[in-house]
């Protein structure tokens, strides 16, 4: 698991560009990070375990050459969080170099077929990956069709961005995981988010699941990933708001936003126009049965919504932890089912596959999000902004308190008594 950030530009070397779009994705995780870039039919690469700010103060990310690159700060779930286990990691020949995030889930089986031919030397399901994509090109696949024919022979919900050695291009790959093509000035991104992309854009483009973006110098081109159809997708306006993020006088971003939690308060309930809040307590009311859900804090936080809803509201709901959502919550679901999934991001793994799993079985979705223009703004059939503002650390603190007024607003709404609203506000 982690965050994935990849950049093709016409106009400058793209190293120092990877390192900052990572640090906007440390929220995704601190336990390694690393850059790989292809430059004269060679590809560098620079990693290890950590902060990517760490990484970067060890090893000076910025200086690899070339105007492709792809990068990675990883979470550790498969495999601890040392150097063999951090991304970008490549097959036996130097050949790709490949960042992942998401989970492969018949990776034991995958890693005991490869161990027979190749030399593994950590325990990720990225790299098994990228020894799978060896064995297709060696037996004279292009990248593209290599990529096509390891996805019919793996199951799981990821995404990957691959370099090849010869070529000055970005493969992006997306089986269910959010991933988000950023068209710029002579300049094209890769990004698990929109938010982490550190200049204006034109366009971006939001992946589905099963395609396939080959990213040049002259533009993008997208493909299904099965067929290797091409496929003309709508762009989209950015929404991205480019801000630089610093830690001021305080010692980590944590503290740091703790210490906004005040102003954080102010704006979440004002943020909400009453016809949004109202519209959102509607759907509350008429919806057969309420599942809370999220990942992390934003779980516990779905706790605290379900006791305002019964409490203040008198409305019944249950709350699942999103990645048991398709196991726990299946017996719930219905048409009409109302599922209200809280994430800071937007771009949790566990929470937009569950709720995409529940789109398909006829729920409404409710989103409780931080991120504009994420995937689970998108998804949600409404949604009610948090207003929290950039958070970096891995701990969810003013995001927290920013979900939380929304629920308490929302149960109130719900409830009917304006009186009470207004006061709240006040």
């Given at each position: 698991?982690?965050?994935?950030?990849?950049?093709?530009?016409?106009?400058?070397?793209?190293?120092?560009?990877?390192?900052?779009?990572?640090?906007?994705?440390?929220?995704?995780?601190?336990?390694?990070?690393?850059?790989?870039?292809v430059y004269n039919g060679v590809i560098h690469v620079k990693k290890d375990a950590g902060k990517v700010t760490d990484v970067h103060s060890r090893l000076n990310l910025d200086d690899l050459p070339g105007y492709v690159g792809i990068g990675h700060v990883r979470s550790a779930t498969h495999g601890r969080p040392v150097y063999e286990n951090t991304h970008p990691v490549q097959d036996c020949t130097g050949t790709v170099a490949l960042v992942m995030d998401g989970v492969v889930s018949d990776y034991d089986e995958i890693r005991k077929r490869l161990m027979k031919r190749h030399r593994l030397v950590s325990r990720t399901d990225a790299e098994a990956l990228a020894h799978m994509?060896?064995?297709?090109?060696?037996?004279?696949?292009?990248?593209?069709?290599?990529?096509?024919?390891?996805?019919?022979?793996?199951?799981?919900?990821?995404?990957?961005?691959?370099?090849?050695?010869?070529?000055?291009?970005?493969?992006?790959?997306?089986?269910?995981?959010?991933?988000?093509?950023?068209?710029?000035?002579?300049?094209?991104?890769?990004?698990?988010?929109?938010?982490?992309?550190?200049?204006?854009?034109?366009?971006?483009?939001?992946?589905?699941?099963?395609?396939?973006?080959?990213?040049?110098?002259?533009?993008?081109?997208?493909?299904?990933?099965?067929?290797?159809?091409?496929?003309?997708?709508?762009?989209?306006?950015?929404?991205?708001?480019?801000?630089?993020?610093?830690?001021?006088?305080?010692?980590?971003?944590?503290?740091?936003?703790?210490?906004?939690?005040?102003?954080?308060?102010?704006?979440?309930?004002?943020?909400?126009?009453?016809?949004?809040?109202?519209?959102?307590?509607?759907?509350?009311?008429?919806?057969?049965?309420?599942?809370?859900?999220?990942?992390?804090?934003?779980?516990?936080?779905?706790?605290?919504?379900?006791?305002?809803?019964?409490?203040?509201?008198?409305?019944?709901?249950?709350?699942?932890?999103?990645?048991?959502?398709?196991?726990?919550?299946?017996?719930?679901?219905?048409?009409?089912?109302?599922?209200?999934?809280?994430?800071?991001?937007?771009?949790?793994?566990?929470?937009?596959?569950?709720?995409?799993?529940?789109?398909?079985?006829?729920?409404?979705?409710?989103?409780?999000?931080?991120?504009?223009?994420?995937?689970?703004?998108?998804?949600?059939?409404?949604?009610?902004?948090?207003?929290?503002?950039?958070?970096?650390?891995?701990?969810?603190?003013?995001?927290?308190?920013?979900?939380?007024?929304?629920?308490?607003?929302?149960?109130?709404?719900?409830?009917?008594?304006?009186?009470?609203?207004?006061?709240?506000?006040?």
């Amino acid at each position: 698991m982690g965050g994935i950030f990849g950049l093709v530009s016409n106009i400058r070397p793209v190293a120092p560009v990877i390192r900052v779009g990572l640090e906007r994705l440390i929220h995704r995780g601190i336990d390694g990070a690393g850059v790989a870039t292809v430059y004269n039919g060679v590809i560098h690469v620079k990693k290890d375990a950590g902060k990517v700010t760490d990484v970067h103060s060890r090893l000076n990310l910025d200086d690899l050459p070339g105007y492709v690159g792809i990068g990675h700060v990883r979470s550790a779930t498969h495999g601890r969080p040392v150097y063999e286990n951090t991304h970008p990691v490549q097959d036996c020949t130097g050949t790709v170099a490949l960042v992942m995030d998401g989970v492969v889930s018949d990776y034991d089986e995958i890693r005991k077929r490869l161990m027979k031919r190749h030399r593994l030397v950590s325990r990720t399901d990225a790299e098994a990956l990228a020894h799978m994509l060896e064995d297709e090109l060696s037996s004279g696949k292009s990248m593209a069709e290599a990529l096509s024919s390891v996805t019919r022979q793996v199951k799981g919900y990821y995404t990957v961005a691959v370099l090849h050695k010869d070529e000055e291009r970005i493969y992006a790959l997306s089986m269910g995981n959010p991933l988000v093509i950023g068209v710029g000035d002579g300049e094209y991104f890769v990004s698990s988010e929109e938010q982490a992309i550190p200049v204006k854009l034109n366009s971006v483009y939001f992946m589905e699941p099963n395609q396939l973006a080959v990213v040049s110098r002259d533009g993008v081109v997208f493909l299904n990933a099965s067929t290797l159809g091409r496929i003309e997708p709508t762009p989209q306006v950015a929404s991205q708001v480019v801000v630089e993020v610093v830690k001021g006088s305080f010692p980590h971003y944590m503290v740091k936003e703790i210490y906004e939690e005040p102003e954080v308060l102010a704006r979440a309930v004002n943020l909400l126009q009453r016809e949004y809040l109202n519209d959102a307590a509607m759907i509350v009311a008429k919806a057969r049965n309420i599942i809370f859900t999220g990942s992390g804090t934003s779980y516990y936080a779905s706790l605290i919504g379900k006791y305002y809803l019964e409490e203040l509201a008198g409305v019944r709901a249950d709350a699942v932890p999103a990645g048991e959502f398709p196991y726990i919550g299946a017996r719930y679901i219905e048409p009409g089912t109302l599922i209200i999934a809280v994430s800071q991001s937007g771009e949790s793994t566990d929470v937009i596959r569950a709720i995409r799993w529940a789109k398909r079985k006829g729920a409404i979705i409710l989103g409780i999000v931080n991120r504009l223009g994420s995937a689970l703004m998108r998804e949600s059939n409404v949604y009610l902004p948090m207003g929290a503002g950039p958070e970096l650390a891995v701990p969810a603190t003013k995001s927290f308190v920013a979900s939380v007024v929304m629920m308490l607003q929302l149960a109130y709404a719900v409830k009917g008594n304006v009186a009470e609203a207004r006061e709240l506000r006040q």
